[in-house]
């Protein structure tokens, strides 16, 4: 059993071929919304595996809030440490513009997952064979649940993201930690070489269509990224961390969880849309055949 603790978001992208300046109004060219928010994103890779699932999170008491809560239940996520509050539900409003993207990120509701909402969870966390966070949520909710897993002997995935939120000092209640190259690098300000070798066997630095890699304590291991053609990235590493959570609750080892994962985030770029593509856990198992 995993528990998700993050954000929940719905994106609204809005295409455009004319950008408004200030007082003007333009017409655009088209409209559409898409579940998101890295916590979702992560608790739903991990349920379309077949993990069982709890997400701890907060939706508003609105039209997107009903949306979102009713697409995490068709997932199999279980919802029940989802709070409904006043604040509006967390909106990405993504504006697409001469092959470009301006993104404004209202976090509304993902701000009242506080401490209270990590004690509702309690028992479930307790009970919980991993925790996975991101950093969209306050930074005194996700301390507060890295304390409380530390207290319980929860093992946590920490997936730093927006990596300015987090505190370096935390690495000591974290079990894997995984940044893409960039995030490692604003986080340990060092080569991504020397960071690795600080935290043998739980940081695990994602290269993008390269693949993973790690240290293992005596050396550097790096696992290839399957290559396939993308249509859309979105979602990549929110897929690879679900499924590398996944994979680990099976019991398999970090490189064959990380191979595992890396071939479900190849299943999702070839689809649209950050949950769109990620996959179920036959066809991981068929391309890992396929690539031994
Ligand atoms: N073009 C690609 N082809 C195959 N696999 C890919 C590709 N891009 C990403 N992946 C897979 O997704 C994982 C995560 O990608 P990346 O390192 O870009 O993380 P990210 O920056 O968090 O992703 P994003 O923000 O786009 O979701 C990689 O480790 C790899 O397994
Ligand atoms: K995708």
């Known amino acids: 059993m995993i528990t998700v603790i993050g954000s929940i978001n719905m994106d609204i992208v809005v295409e455009t071929n004319l950008f408004p300046k200030q007082g003007e109004t333009v017409l655009g060219e088209s409209f559409h919304t898409v579940p998101g928010g890295k916590g979702a994103n992560q608790a739903v890779a991990a349920a379309r595996l077949g993990a069982h699932v709890h997400m701890v999170g907060a939706l508003g008491n609105d039209a997107f ?18 709070e409904t509050t006043s604040t509006a539900t967390g909106i990405a409003n993504i504006i697409l513009f001469e092959q470009d993207n301006r993104i404004i990120v209202v976090p509304g509701a993902n701000h009242d997952v506080t ?33 409380m897993c530390q207290e319980l002997g929860v093992k946590v995935l920490l997936n ?29 300000k060092d080569d991504v070489e020397n960071a690795l070798e600080r935290y043998p066997n739980r940081l695990i630095v994602t290269l993008g269509a390269d693949g993973a890699r ?8 790096i696992v290839k990224g ?30 064959e969880a990380v191979k595992f994962a890396n071939i479900a985030a190849s299943l ?10 990620m996959p179920k856990v036959e066809a991981v198992q068929a391309r890992l055949k396929e690539a031994r």
């Open 214 to 221: 790690y240290y293992d304590g005596e050396k550097h291991v």
């Open 268 to 277: 999702s770029v070839e689809k649209f849309g950050a949950q769109g593509g």
């Open 115 to 147: 401490k209270e909402s990590i004690d509702a969870a309690r028992e479930q966390i307790a009970k919980s064979e991993l925790v996975i966070m991101q950093l969209e949520i306050p930074q005194e909710t996700v301390e507060y649940a890295l304390d």
């Open 65 to 82: 809030g009903q949306v979102l809560r009713n697409l995490l239940k068709v997932e199999s996520v279980k919802d029940q440490f989802v």
């Open 226 to 255: 399957f290559k396939t053609v993308p249509k859309d990235t979105t979602g990549a590493g929110d897929t690879f961390n679900g499924a590398f959570a996944y994979a680990l609750t099976t019991g398999v080892g970090i490189t």
């Open 160 to 188: 730093p993201a927006p990596a300015e939120n987090f505190k370096e000092e935390w690495m000591d209640r974290v079990a894997y930690f995984t940044p893409n190259e960039t995030e490692c690098a604003d986080i340990f």
